[in-house]
């Protein structure tokens, strides 16, 4: 290997390991939910205010680049219950999209050890995420993340 040594899914330092691998494990089995309404079934202020914010402090590590990447994902299924009027598309397909984003970032994680915060995230919403109604307010929480991340990401200060 001329004389270099393949880290992959180690980085922050040190040979790979059971540790990397074994705290996306731990994110993934996490029953976490999230709230988004109210008791009136109003998308709750704090979650696209301080609770975004808060999301974004802990996902500034991740690069805009790879956040904007997992949004764009969620968005093209915001699209897809937009377009789909016959309700057509099942909550349990809907349940399978995020399933699908959650191993995405679980993927990323164990390849990166700095997006264990995002699987954390992805987990957390996936386990919430039932309904159509359930799924616009994920993706304007999302969406506000990614706003607030800007202001906080380490890569943003260009």
């Given at each position: 290997m001329n004389g270099r040594q393949d880290y992959r899914g180690a980085q922050g330092g040190g040979p790979p390991g059971r540790g990397g691998i074994d705290s996306v494990r731990e994110a993934?089995?996490?029953a976490?939910?999230?709230?988004?309404?109210?008791?009136?079934?109003?998308?709750?202020?704090a979650l696209l205010d301080?609770?975004?914010?808060?999301?974004?402090?802990?996902?500034?590590d991740i690069p805009t680049t790879q956040l904007r990447r997992f949004f764009?994902?969620?968005?093209?299924?915001?699209?897809?219950?937009?377009?789909?009027?016959?309700?057509?598309?099942?909550?349990?397909?809907?349940?399978?999209?995020?399933?699908?984003?959650?191993?995405?970032?679980?993927?990323?994680?164990?390849?990166?050890?700095?997006?264990?915060?995002?699987?954390?995230f992805m987990v957390t919403h996936a386990n919430t995420v039932a309904t159509r109604d359930d799924f616009a307010a994920f993706h304007r929480h999302f969406e506000?993340?990614?706003?607030?991340?800007?202001?906080?990401?380490?890569d943003s200060e260009r």
């Open positions: 993934l089995k996490s976490e939910r999230a709230k988004y309404f109210d008791e009136k079934r109003s998308i709750r202020p301080a609770e975004a914010q808060t999301t974004a402090q802990q996902l500034a764009g994902q969620v968005s093209a299924i915001k699209r897809r219950l937009d377009m789909d009027t016959n309700k057509v598309l099942t909550e349990g397909e809907i349940q399978a999209q995020l399933a699908f984003l959650k191993a995405s970032t679980a993927y990323a994680a164990g390849r990166d050890q700095k997006n264990l915060p995002l699987v954390r506000t993340v990614v706003a607030f991340h800007k202001v906080y990401a380490k």
